[in-house]
């Protein structure tokens, strides 16, 4: 197996590691970081539970070549820092087993800087890429929501 | 995961490109274009595709374009399906992209490797079907301009060693009224049962199809019995359902027989739509 | 004043699980750890003759392949399955070999070159092809299977195992009848689809001890099949099991637990792996059972039922796993909670080529009331009587005997009328079932009652042990697995209560390790919350005695003058006379530096009483201990032309005994709730004619996502189970098993057709509204 050096730009550091070309940018998350917070799920970009943030975009690790990312900034759930939508999940017991958590949480965080007074339709439109099958999604509805509306309100 | 190796390469031309891909071919090697890349990762992984070497056009300048000038919208191959949708250059374009899997999955995937895709949905080229746009494909003997239509039969039609760059649609063309829906088996997300995308140019309705057959296609003579005036709605939808040429799919999403009853329906929704209700 | 009763106490892993510090048994890994990668069935009943794994051996890193043996078979109930499969192959996906190698990579790539040569055969493709009389076998030996004492399989059939239930006189209800319905329902097998595929890691240690990490439901069972099936000593299996991304029931089956021990095995006891693809988890490993049911039902022309005839027919796939279990409880509520005086039912485990079933989430209930209640709808429309009211009418009350002649009472059945008016006040049912929105939308609305009852081992038992530490804090040890339930937080929240102290000073232990967690049965049927809380009860009032014992002497009076709360040990009519309980849980430590006591440390115990098995000629018996009644609705916006709905609305009244944790609780249901919609809608497997699974994958598969939601009402009666810790009944899954009943009926309604299969997709809709033009 045949593996080069690249440079990840992780969580704000430069990590230098040995990949196959053909490793996904979620193997190399898990496998050779240790950051296991992004789940594979499918392996096949249906799911979402691999989503992470590269350049300001939510990206599921799986579709994604970890030489791909090489050059980029990717922001996993280990980096996020008491972010509001964090909280939020807590709060609204918008989550069960907690498997989906980490990348529903990491696409509703790039939904929320990205468009912070999203209505309904931008919501779902966001949100239909990750699957729960603990929730009835109405939690998760209400923990996005109570986000952007205090971000909305100027708060 | 895939268990093959490859070799990966993202020249920063269009001439890089194509001299990689001669190279590589000469060492005996079978490169592929990659672009989104979603589909060599996830047809890799169940080994439906193969190769030792792959070219990301990600790095080449012409293959990210965007823009539009007072006649017309140029985008490029590269760019993801989100990054176009965000633009708003081509609402009929946007109508099918935003159907398209997911907006995660969106931000990866993008146009050339949609219209390229050996999936055999391949939903963004029904607009850019209708809307007589011409693509740009970068060959071992430079970059040639052709109507899509005249290089996209059931798939995009190319030769060994090329690549589709870009994609340029004429302003009059976009700005004609359209429609597109998307029918699916149940519920918002994944494959459809058939996508129907349709304009009206001219007093004119064109119309095509996608997951009706295992290709996209649009027929002339489909459009021909749609136009019929001498008809009533239901009468020329009836027709133009006879003029049905291609084999239709009958797979997990639907039987033949109820594909056939839900674009019925779709279509008489578009010609109220392009028509307006109760125009005969 | 309740201390945390009640309340919506956040989940004691909640942070570790936002943070994506929460592990799960994939996130654990070692250098040296070898991989296991599956070769899989590509035909779904062929014989093999031949396995080729020359090609294979020659990828560098391969350590061993395994191929199926004749030895151990396993099973839950029948011992039908070989781990790999022996001599043929019976459902497509099935395991043939299994590669262990250094890298994942490497066991792949020599996975794929493992050449297997099949001689096909001819395929059982349903339940009624399996019972057609010259039907194919799926296991020839079906005779001489080994088996537990209560299972009946019929050798030289595709039956697993038959159920009776005799109750009444049938001749004399048929007699007593005005109108009969009778009607066939079906679906077919479909799947859990936990986030987190399943998971296993396996190694055997210097000493002999296999230690096993696994994404499981059972992790104790593990440790007890292990020891059955490959003869080791039961204390020489450690299971371990971190949180679970998702059960449903999924991950009750022993599976990959098996391979994984022969694998290591084969590798001198070096770690290995094996993780499921999203493929394997939906077809190679076990499945949401089918069913093709009956029902006949007879009535009085005022709407009192006289008579129920049923025969349900499980697909339980290629092997009878829990198959057996399940035909055996929907035999005990077959006819939902309705009191009928005659009732005949026989209810089947039938073998088909189909990928094998396991416990799905309800455990035949969601099942068997789809096609009750549909029948229920079909009655009440026959009899020209309001659906609620035939159900209210007929409404199973305390003081009736069940199908299996059991008298139950206040407290062993819940409040079902008062739940029946709950929901038609909720629903607006006055407004009308069916309501012209526009030419071609309607909205409609659809009913279904529940009851569950849990049909589990009469000895299952469960422990807790209670240690305290220096700071007065507790740590809970419990072997539920939190899988998602938030039962270990209900156990924080009942000691909480029950020693009146602060729940953020109490911990628990997520992770389990069967060597040093007291064993819980399995994390299954809603009984968490019911079992292991009433052994964390047990366990607490040990502690108090514990704690009294030293502070009785640090006080100078009698324990029974003390009580314990605010984390102080105080007497009773004087509460300044008190000593902290940190200054006494790891001992008493007098000024002239005696000290006695030493830490607390308190145990208890649960085991279910009373439980029989059911009598095989009549099912007369009692086989779970109170069962939880409720009523759902589903209101739906349909179009008359293209027959494509929306829910809209889902509703669900529920009587669960005192609500432990409201959002907790109302969480479980929405979920559940939702899971049960998805089954009626959407999820199914799709077979070829020859067997094959056509869609396991979720693009073609096509789970729920965020907006294909309805908009949930949740509300609960509290009947208190007098048996349960503060009168809690189960939720886990309560709120699933009228969903796809009630959404049938809605449409059933919408359309003006009977829709008595699933999933209800617009195209079935369509085939059934041409079948009656």
């Not at chain 1, 939510?58 to 922001?75: R, Y």
């Not at chain 3, 890691?201 to 292990?226: H, N, W």
Request: with cysteine; glycine share 8%.
């Amino acid at each position: 197996m045949y593996k080069r050096e690249i440079t990840l730009h992780i969580n704000g550091d430069d990590r230098d590691v040995y990949v196959r070309n053909a490793d996904t940018l979620l193997y190399v998350l898990r496998e050779e970081f240790g950051l296991t917070g992004a789940k594979p799920g499918c392996l096949n970009g249906d799911c979402g539970a691999c989503t992470v943030d590269v350049d300001g975009d939510s990206m599921k690790a799986c579709l994604m070549l970890a030489v791909e990312a090489s050059g980029k900034s990717v922001t996993t759930v280990e980096g996020l820092k008491n972010a509001a939508i964090q909280t939020e999940f807590i709060e609204k017991f918008a989550f069960q087993c907690g498997y989906c958590t980490p990348g529903f949480i990491m696409n509703c965080n790039s939904l929320i800087q990205k468009y912070p007074d999203a209505d309904d339709k931008v919501i779902k439109d966001y949100l239909e890429s990750n699957i729960c099958r603990c929730t009835g999604y109405q939690e998760i509805e209400q923990a996005i929501k109570s986000v952007l509306l205090k971000d909305s309100s100027g708060a | 995961m895939i268990s093959f190796d490859f070799e990966y390469y993202k020249p920063t031309s269009i001439n890089e490109a194509i001299q990689l891909f001669q190279s590589l071919v000469e060492q005996g090697k079978d490169p592929i274009y990659f672009s989104g890349g979603t589909e060599v990762i996830t047809l890799g992984r169940v080994n439906q595709i193969q190769t030792d070497a792959v070219i990301d056009i990600k790095g080449i300048p012409e293959c990210l374009v965007l823009k539009k000038d007072e006649q017309k919208v140029t985008l490029g191959s590269a760019q993801s399906l989100t990054k176009i949708r965000e633009m708003q250059l081509f609402p009929f374009l946007n109508k099918a992209i935003v159907e398209i899997a997911d907006h995660t999955a969106r931000n990866k995937i993008t146009l050339g490797g949609n219209i390229c895709a050996n999936i055999i949905y391949r939903e963004t080229v029904l607009p850019l079907l209708l809307t007589n746009s011409e693509v740009a494909i970068a060959s071992p003997n430079g970059l040639k301009q052709v109507p899509l239509q005249e290089v996209f039969n059931q798939k995009l039609n190319l030769e060994k060693g090329e690549f589709l760059v870009q994609v340029t649609t004429e302003q009059s063309e976009i700005d004609c009224p359209f429609v597109c829906v998307k029918k699916r088996r149940q519920w918002d997300v994944g494959y459809p049962l058939i996508t129907t995308a349709a304009l009206k140019k001219e007093g004119y309705i064109k119309a095509a199809f996608s997951g009706l057959s295992d290709y996209p296609f649009y027929d002339p003579m489909i459009e021909k019995s749609l136009n019929n005036k001498q008809l009533s709605k239901e009468e020329r939808v009836d027709q133009a359902l006879q003029q049905i040429s291609v084999p239709i799919l009958d797979d997990v999403n639907g039987s033949a027989e109820y594909r056939l009853f839900v674009l019925k329906n779709t279509m008489l929704d578009v010609l109220d739509e392009l028509e307006g209700v109760g125009n005969v | 004043m309740s201390w945390s009763i009640g309340k919506s106490i956040y989940r004691k892993e909640a942070v570790e699980k936002v943070t994506g510090a929460a592990k799960y048994t994939d996130d654990y890994s070692k250098k040296e750890m070898l991989h296991i990668k599956l070769v899989v069935s590509s035909h779904a009943h062929a014989k093999i003759i031949a396995i080729d794994t020359t090609k294979s051996r020659q990828i560098p890193g391969v350590r061993a392949i395994l191929l199926g043996q004749p030895f151990p078979l396993t099973g839950e109930e029948i011992n039908d399955r070989p781990p790999i499969a022996f001599d043929k192959v019976r459902y497509h996906g099935e395991p043939v070999a299994a590669v262990i190698a250094d890298h994942p990579v490497q066991a792949k790539k020599a996975a794929e070159l493992v050449e297997v040569t099949y001689e096909v055969l001819p395929v059982v493709n349903s339940v009624k092809e399996a019972l057609l009389p010259n039907a194919p076998l799926v296991h020839e030996n079906l005779g001489s299977y080994e088996r537990i004492e209560h299972v009946y399989p019929e050798p030289n059939t595709n039956i697993a195992d038959r159920t009776k239930i005799r109750k009444g006189n049938m001749e004399k209800g048929w007699k007593e009848s005005d109108v009969t319905v009778e009607a066939n329902f079906s679906f077919g097998p479909s799947d859990h689809i936990a986030m987190e595929t399943r998971c296993v890691t396996a190694e055997i240690r210097p000493d002999g001890v296999v230690v096993f990490s696994s994404a499981t439901q059972s992790p104790y069972m593990i440790k007890k099949l292990l020891s059955s099936y490959f003869g080791l000593e039961e204390g020489e299996v450690i299971v371990n099991t971190p949180l679970v991304g998702g059960g449903y029931g999924g991950k009750v089956a022993v599976q990959l637990e098996l391979i994984a021990y022969m694998a290591t095995l084969a590798v001198g006891g070096r770690p290995v792996k094996i993780l499921n693809s999203r493929e394997e988890d939906m077809i190679t490993s076990p499945v949401h059972i089918g069913l093709d049911a009956t029902v006949k039902l007879g009535a009085t022309k005022e709407g009192y039922l006289t008579a129920s005839e049923i025969m349900y027919r499980f697909d339980s796939g290629a092997y009878s796993d829990k198959g057996a279990t399940i035909s055996r409880a929907a035999a005990v509520t077959c006819t939902g909670p309705y009191y009928i005086e005659n009732i005949w039912c026989d209810s089947i485990c039938v073998y088909t080529n189909h990928p094998y079933a396991t416990a799905y989430r309800g455990f035949s209930h969601s099942e068997l009331l789809f096609a009750f209640e549909r029948a229920m709808d079909m009655l009440a429309k026959k009899l020209k009587i309001d659906p609620l009211e035939l159900r209210k009418k007929n409404a199973f009350l305390p003081g009736h005997t069940t199908p299996t002649q059991i008298r139950l009472n206040e407290s062993t059945v819940g409040n079902l009328p008062k739940c029946i008016d709950r929901l038609k006040q909720l629903m607006n049912w006055k407004e009308g079932q069916l309501i012209q929105v526009n030419e071609r939308k309607v909205r409609a609305k659809g009913i279904s009652c529940i009851w569950k009852t849990s049909t589990i081992d009469s000895e299952a038992s469960s422990g807790v042990i209670l240690t305290f530490n220096a700071d007065g804090s507790i740590n809970i040890l419990s072997g539920v697995v939190e899988i998602g339930t938030g039962t270990k937080t209900i156990l924080a929240q009942l000691l909480a209560e029950k020693l009146k102290m602060d729940i953020n000073k109490i911990h628990v232990k997520m992770e389990i390790d069967t060597q040093t967690t007291p064993e819980h049965w399995k994390t299954v049927a809603s009984r968490g919350t019911l079992m292991a809380g009433r052994a964390l009860l047990k366990a607490a009032d040990d502690a108090i005695f514990q704690l009294k014992d030293i502070a009785s002497r640090v006080l100078m009076c009698s324990p029974d003058d003390l009580e314990v709360g605010n984390e102080m040990i105080y007497v009773r009519d004087e509460p300044d006379t008190f000593v902290h309980v940190k200054d006494v849980c790891l001992g008493y430590k007098y000024a002239n530096g005696y000290s006695i006591g030493g830490q607390v440390i308190s145990r208890g115990n649960y085991t279910l009483r009373h439980l029989t098995h059911l009598d095989h000629e009549t099912g007369v018996g009692k086989p779970g201990p109170e069962y939880s009644v409720g009523a759902q609705g589903v209101e739906v916006e349909f179009d008359t032309r293209d027959f494509t709905y929306k829910i809209i609305k889902a509703y669900s009244v529920l009587d669960i005994g005192k609500v432990l944790n409201n959002k907790g609780a109302k969480g479980q249901v929405m979920g559940a709730m939702s899971m049960g919609l998805n089954f009626g809608s959407s999820e199914t497997f799709s077979f070829s004619n020859d067997g094959k699974v056509l869609n396991p994958r979720l693009r073609t598969y096509v789970p729920f996502r965020y907006g294909d939601h309805p908009n949930y009402i949740v509300h609960f009666l509290e009947t208190p189970y007098v048996d349960g810790p503060y009168g809690a009944r189960g939720v886990g899954e309560h709120g699933l098993i009228g969903m796809p009943a009630a959404l049938a009926n809605s449409l059933s309604v919408a359309a003006s057709v009977e829709l008595n299969q699933l999933p209800i997709t617009p195209e079935l809709i369509w085939k059934e509204k041409k079948g009656v033009e």
